[in-house]
């Protein structure tokens, strides 16, 4: 029987650096719109649901996905690791997929890998964030229901709730968890930021998009670095933000073997 694959998108307007980050233009379409047309591009067949709170100011967003004929989900605004469940197994998801909304410049080649290595055994988790070693803002996790209903039940530190998958990662006895790591032999996930949380993100994210989207709209990951080799001036507009990511502002609330890790 062919499994169904669901990508869940958690989107909201709030973000205490960056209000509406996900709705800012880049080339006459919000990054909300471009993130979802870069993940139409992976190879494996999977359904898009855009996950979003019942709040009133997210009803921009589920007017986007509406034009963007993606199905959407409304659920708790703070209690992430719901939100993620409600949503997948309103689309019977039988494999889930999270990527946050954070990530415009998401590679699809890098969401097939971590599909094929979560479809290569028999796997409960496999992320590409345990260890990172991508850019910053290449973040995937793919999970069985079972896994991800289990963490919904179990998760109770805000911590967990807000981030969906700290319970599955911590706890390698009760999962099998794999981890895709860059082919390169590179650790790029502390030195490039590919994500968006500052205005500096926005303004990374919308001249890599107008150098590469003419040239090829399925551009990689390994174009942006080549981008930035040729053109520093790029790399330099959000470096100073480099070594700031969610798993850095939560190293106090990691079990103690994780966050020597």
């Known amino acids: 029987m062919v499994e169904s694959v669901v990508i869940v998108v958690p989107a909201r307007m709030a973000s205490s650096r960056l209000y509406g980050k996900v709705m800012l233009p880049v080339l006459g379409k919000s990054l909300l719109a471009r993130m979802i047309e870069r993940l139409g591009m992976i190879q494996h067949l999977a359904e898009i649901v855009i996950a979003t709170t019942e709040s009133p100011e997210d009803d921009v967003i589920v007017k986007e996905a509406e034009a963007l004929n993606i199905p959407y989900y409304r659920g708790s605004l ?150 930035l080799k040729l053109k520093p001036e790029i790399y330099d507009i959000n470096a100073q933000y480099n070594h700031v990511n969610w798993y850095n502002r939560h190293l106090s609330e990691l079990k103690p073997e994780l966050a020597l890790a």
């Open 78 to 227: 703070v209690n992430l690791i719901d939100r993620n469940y409600q949503a997948a197994k309103l689309f019977n998801a039988d494999v889930v997929v999270k990527i946050p909304a954070d990530c415009p410049l998401i590679d699809p080649r890098i969401v097939d890998k971590v599909l094929e290595r979560f479809f290569s055994d028999k796997y409960d988790y496999v992320s590409n964030m345990q260890p990172a070693t991508y850019p910053d803002g290449n973040d995937v996790e793919v999970m069985t229901m079972a896994c991800l209903k289990k963490a919904w039940e179990n998760a109770g530190r805000p911590y967990g709730l807000e981030h969906t998958s700290p319970f599955i990662y911590e706890n390698p006895l009760i999962f099998n968890i794999g981890n895709v790591s860059w082919e390169t032999g590179l650790d790029y996930s502390m030195s490039h930021r590919f994500g968006i949380d500052h205005p500096e993100d926005y303004y990374f994210i919308e001249r890599v998009f107008k150098e590469l989207y003419p040239v090829c709209h399925r551009f990689s990951c390994q174009d942006i670095i080549n981008l």
